[in-house]
């Protein structure tokens, strides 16, 4: 008897294609959601910290199928649980590819009950990375006169969705919650966009050039993020400045560079981004070559010049779903609350500096 299977191989052939075909479109907007719990050998206890964003806090590494076990709030994770000595279980609820309103509409608003249970004592989001990557890749693409609209259109959603979130996490969540605190953007690509533009400037009919404006456009994101936080009842951690400073004094003003660009809670919007892109624009550098001193530098930016650097390994995140662990943690003791690798890799360095705004107890 003869076997016939060709309209069904057919098919199967058909949907295999399409599936792949589709791969470059769903990984442009991906789900990455981790639960990573930090087991400690001396506790029964375990507590929640809840962790919405893209592709930063997801950890992606530029796999559609994994992400990296410690990105930066799971390594907030581990300090936590060293201060609080109890266990500490890391929810990242992260979509890469994600613009603010998606981070917001998707996460934030569609998963709350992620931050609503009541081992909940931190949450935290970053967001609008994103918008700044599609906008920057617009105005890059523009000929003829320049339309600097897209950068304000990116500017105008992140200050609406920040504000957004912030307003449903202090109405959402767990009311025991300790610290809600939001993590601003440091600039992938700096070096890379110090070229000038291909359209034309319409005041001047001259080219621009393409990192002077960008910059202004992520101070100014990065400003309403702390400002809102301050004003909302967040913390705020400066990863532009973590990131985009060195952590000596290059300048000779008397300030570490990465210190003298924080984000000084209370002045305005046009101190501020006067101060980035102006007054210390000089003590600014390029993520791939953090320098801890005047000598020494490490890498924050992976290859793609986009995400932080990492280590620890991978877990299942993406395609095939997400995953759920635990492990005990990496580092028995913190000398000064920080890791032998606190500033050597970007999600090291972010997250100990999530870590930095505590609570000090759960």
């Known amino acids: 008897m003869a076997i016939r299977f060709g309209n069904s191989f057919r098919l199967l ?7 792949t075909i589709a791969l470059p479109a769903m990984a442009s907007t991906l789900s990455q959601n981790v639960s990573w719990t930090v087991n400690r050998s001396d506790s029964s206890t375990k507590y929640r910290v809840v962790a919405y964003g893209d592709s ?28 609080w000595r109890t ?13 603010a309103s998606d981070v917001y509409q998707n996460k934030i608003v569609a998963e709350k009950s992620y931050m609503q249970a009541s081992s909940t004592r ?28 897209v950068l304000e259109t990116a500017v105008q959603n992140c200050k609406t969705y920040v504000a957004a979130s912030m307003d449903f996490i ?10 809600k605190v939001i993590s601003n953007l440091y600039y992938p690509g700096y070096n890379a966009d110090n070229v000038q533009s291909s359209c034309n400037d319409p005041a001047t009919g ?33 990863s532009f400045a973590e990131y985009m400073a060195g952590d000596y004094d290059s300048n000779g003003d008397g300030s570490i560079d990465s210190d003298a660009i924080r984000y000084v809670a209370g002045e305005s919007e046009s101190s501020y ?27 924050y930016i992976q290859s793609d010049d986009v995400h932080p650097t990492y280590t620890g390994g991978t877990v299942s995140a993406g395609i095939w779903g997400g995953s759920t662990g635990s492990g005990g943690p990496r580092y028995t003791s913190y000398t000064n609350g920080r890791s032998p690798i606190w ?5 090291e360095r972010m997250g100990w500096v999530l870590s930095t705004r505590g609570p000090s107890a759960p």
């Open 13 to 19: 052939s058909s949907a295999l294609l399409a599936f």
């Open 56 to 83: 930063i806090y997801a950890g992606y590494n530029g796999s559609i199928s994994n992400a990296a076990r410690y990105s930066a709030p799971t390594v907030e994770s581990e300090y936590l649980s060293a201060a």
């Open 87 to 99: 266990d500490v279980e890391n929810i990242r609820r992260a979509k890469s590819g994600a613009v």
């Open 122 to 149: 931190v949450v935290t989001f970053e967001m609008c990375g994103n918008d700044g990557l599609q906008a920057r890749t617009a105005f890059k693409d523009q000929t003829g006169t320049c339309n600097f609209n």
């Open 170 to 179: 202090n109405a959402n969540a767990y009311p025991g919650v300790k610290l």
């Open 206 to 238: 001259t080219k621009v050039n393409l990192r002077d404006r960008f910059l202004v456009a992520m101070s100014r994101m990065n400003y309403w993020m702390c400002e809102y936080a301050r004003q909302k009842g967040f913390q705020c951690v400066d």
């Open 273 to 299: 981004v006067t101060r980035i892109s102006s007054t210390l624009r000089s003590t600014l550098r390029d993520a791939n070559s953090h320098f801890v001193s005047s000598s020494s530098s490490f890498d």
């Open 343 to 347: 500033n050597q890799y970007g999600h």
